[in-house]
């Protein structure tokens, strides 16, 4: 499977330390920054960068991202900008919520909250968030397609 990665300097180690798992579990790991940490760095350009290319790709060959900030809100906001991207928030607590947005909100983009979570915690979001699939009942395919329809 394909995975992108993006990160600014909040969420830099955690990053690495998750592209490395990724990649040790067999993965594709595309990183789309950043490559180096430079404190005071802004997020929006690299959460673009990996919202673009799952655009990109959910017509073809569908893929997903894990991106990293502070809270992961505000790259989450970046990345539900695109065409055909469905990002959550994961910053702690249950994982119920990453379950439930890939089952019925057939989310793509994982988006990390790297100052409220530990690196055992992030494994775990990212093992249930691509081991989830989407349910495919058919309220939640219809909403999809609403979402799809609201943000042409």
């Given at each position: ?17 998750i ?45 997903n ?33 990453i ?47 609403q ?6």
């Amino acid at each position: 499977m394909k995975i992108y990665v993006a990160t600014d300097h909040a969420g830099f180690e955690l990053k690495e330390q998750i592209k490395t798992y990724l990649e040790e579990k067999g993965h594709e790991v595309y990183d789309c920054g950043a490559l180096t940490l430079e404190h005071g760095d802004d997020y929006p350009e690299y959460m673009a960068r990996a919202a673009e290319k799952v655009s990109e790709d959910a017509l073809h060959a569908p893929s997903n991202a894990i991106i990293f900030g502070g809270s992961g809100v505000g790259e989450a906001v970046v990345a539900n900008r695109f065409a055909h991207v469905r990002a959550v928030v994961y910053a702690g607590g249950p994982l119920d919520v990453i379950k439930v947005s890939r089952e019925h909100n057939d989310t793509n983009i994982l988006s990390i909250g790297a100052r409220f979570v530990t690196l055992n915690e992030a494994k775990q979001a990212v093992d249930l968030f691509l081991g989830t699939q989407f349910s495919h009942d058919e309220r939640h395919a219809d909403r999809i397609i609403q979402i799809e329809e609201v943000t042409k």
